[in-house]
């Protein structure tokens, strides 16, 4: 079976995290998607209440899919933490402490940061727990019973 080792593997889940910033921090996410303009707009000094707003009344044309976006990525993330990391829970920790940190770096950079933002990023993180922990016990007993037929003949 093949493995990637442990630096690669690293450098994939921190390059996703990297990825999941640029989406998150950048002035203008359909310029960046549609016209590869990449632009950053710091903020030294955000409004931390902003994470506390619920705006759910001002959703644009693209909301779904842009919180799709946010489940995905951090699904994603999880994913790629546990193939790191080898343990779900810390992986399943570290990913939630990296959502959060992404909402809040979105106010740094004039984005809306949000908590309900952060629920659907931890709710992406809990369904690929939930899917690792199946394909594990799947795993596990297509093992056990492969090892007990192969025992028998």
């Not at 994603?76 to 546990?82: A, E, G, H, N, Y």
């Not at 809040?104 to 933002?117: E, H, K, P, T, V």
């Not at 799947?138 to 025992?151: C, Y």
């Amino acid at each position: 079976m093949f493995r990637m080792r442990t630096p690669y593997r690293f450098l994939l889940a921190s390059s996703w995290f990297i990825v999941l910033l640029i989406l998150t921090c950048t002035v203008n996410l359909e310029a960046l998607l549609y016209q590869h303009t990449l632009e950053f707009d710091f903020n030294a000094h955000p409004q931390f209440t902003e994470l506390l707003r619920v705006d759910l009344t001002q959703i644009h044309p693209k909301w779904v899919l842009v919180k799709f976006g946010h489940f995905l990525g951090f699904a994603i993330m999880d994913l790629l933490l546990f193939n790191l990391l080898r343990r779900q829970k810390p992986a399943l920790i570290i990913a939630v402490f990296l959502a959060v940190l992404s909402e809040i770096c979105q106010l740094y950079f004039n984005r809306d940061g949000r908590i309900y933002d952060m629920a659907i990023d931890s709710a992406g993180i809990v369904l690929s727990h939930y899917v690792i922990q199946a394909a594990l016990l799947v795993r596990s007993k297509v093992s056990t019973m492969w090892n007990v037929n192969h025992l028998n003949q």
